[in-house]
């Protein structure tokens, strides 16, 4: 499992509270796709929801073009639940099918109502939490 390092967790945290009452999104990015997690790349949630994300497209290509520069690599994707369980819900499973559907990712859930955070893969479907 990719551990979270505590300062990620601070900083996704403080997104995640700043972004309320709707979700919080974002990268986390690594030096290898199975490496550490080293820090959060946060990224506008189009949707401006309190029940869903969509990362700003331009902001996320942008992302993705520095994390390359860097030698860089996207880990998971971690998102805010303002008041719900630090799980992935029907949306996201829904949204995972396409966006990964291999299971590459780390599905990362930060749960506001008690700041709770859980990291998950999700592969045809079905979520593991990890
Ligand atoms: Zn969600």
């Known amino acids: 499992m990719s551990e979270?390092?505590?300062t990620v967790r601070a900083e996704m945290l403080a997104h995640a509270k700043a972004c309320l009452p709707n979700e919080a999104?974002?990268?986390?990015?690594?030096?290898?796709?199975?490496?550490?997690?080293?820090?959060f790349v946060p990224i506008t949630n189009?949707?401006?929801?309190?029940t869903r994300f969509v990362f700003e497209p331009h902001e996320q290509l942008a992302a993705e073009q520095?994390?390359?520069a860097a030698g860089e690599q996207v880990i998971g994707i971690a998102h805010s639940h303002p008041n719900g369980e630090p799980a992935?819900?029907?949306?996201?499973?829904?949204?995972?099918?396409?966006?990964?559907?291999?299971?590459?990712l780390l599905h990362v859930v930060i749960a506001l109502t008690t700041g709770e955070i859980r990291s998950h893969r999700i592969i045809n479907g079905e979520v593991a939490s990890v």
Request: glycine fraction near 10%; hydrophobic fraction near 35%.
């Open 4 to 6: 979270i390092p505590e």
């Open 66 to 68: 520095a994390i390359d």
């Open 46 to 50: 189009a949707a401006r929801s309190p």
């Open 25 to 39: 999104c974002g990268y986390l990015v690594g030096d290898s796709p199975a490496g550490r997690i080293q820090r």
């Open 88 to 104: 992935p819900s029907a949306v996201d499973i829904d949204d995972a099918r396409r966006f990964d559907p291999f299971g590459m």
